[in-house]
């Protein structure tokens, strides 16, 4: 949506790292999202940041948050043939809703 | 046991017609929504409901309309369908409170002729 904006593609080498970038609007935001949608199924959610932290890292996934630039990147290291798929950014921008970027979609070439 | 479905899983018809997509939750979350996601990916919410309730209701056109019968079940039904109402609609749901984790069923492809 017009409040979330993320590149629509990234192409990365297998056990590479890849970055996908997001920025958002709403800076009342308490948590911000990243979702997965693989061919044919629904969004999954994969991790989620809390407003006042700059990083989280879960496994091969690092999360980092610059809140003065509305900035939030998605950093997947060792990148597999199963990570393809479309990377969803989110903010909750008020009670019950989410509001969804475009989604970049990532393909992982041999 | 899938955590959220929806029916059908695909939908052709003709221009004109009047069509339902039903869902149901069986996470025992309280709050549901219903996305479209058009051709581009983009991502839309319609409708949430909380408990029955409806609480957003964004600017669709009134031919859709949502029925949650309880809280486990939030229906789409579509009026007067025309081809731009061609999409993948999904459905989600979560439970109140932060941060909203949604889960989503596996969408419904729309295809109108």
């Known amino acids: 949506g017009e409040d979330v904006e993320q590149s629509l593609f990234l192409s990365v080498r297998e056990g590479d790292s890849s970055v996908i970038n997001c920025t958002y609007t709403?800076?009342?935001?308490?948590?911000l999202y990243w979702y997965k949608q693989e061919p044919g199924a629904g969004l999954q959610l994969l991790t989620y940041?809390?407003?006042?932290?700059d990083m989280k890292q879960d496994q091969r996934l690092t999360v980092l948050l610059n809140k003065k630039d509305k900035h939030l990147s998605l950093r997947i290291a060792d990148t597999q043939t199963g990570d393809s798929a479309i990377y969803f950014c989110?903010?909750?921008?008020?009670?019950?809703?989410?509001?969804f970027g475009a989604g970049t979609t990532v393909t992982v070439r041999a | 046991d899938t955590a959220v479905s929806q029916t059908p899983k695909y939908l052709v018809t003709q221009m004109g017609n009047d069509k339902s997509i039903k869902c149901e939750q069986n996470?025992?979350?309280?709050?549901m929504y219903w996305y479209k996601q058009d051709s581009k990916k983009f991502l839309k919410i319609m409708f949430s409901?909380?408990?029955?309730?409806?609480?957003i209701n964004e600017t669709v056109p009134n031919r859709f309309s949502p029925k949650s019968p309880d809280k486990a079940h939030l229906n789409l039904h579509i009026n007067s369908l025309e081809l731009g109402d061609s999409a993948v609609y999904f459905c989600?749901?979560?439970?109140?409170?932060?941060?909203?984790?949604?889960?989503f069923g596996s969408g419904t492809q729309l295809s109108v002729l």
């Open positions: 989600a749901s979560r439970r109140t409170g932060v941060p909203e984790k949604l889960f």
């Open positions: 709403d800076s009342s935001s308490t948590y």
């Open positions: 940041i809390f407003s006042n932290m």
């Open positions: 989110a903010e909750s921008i008020k009670d019950y809703k989410l509001s």
């Open positions: 996470l025992g979350h309280d709050t």
């Open positions: 409901y909380n408990n029955k309730e409806l609480i």
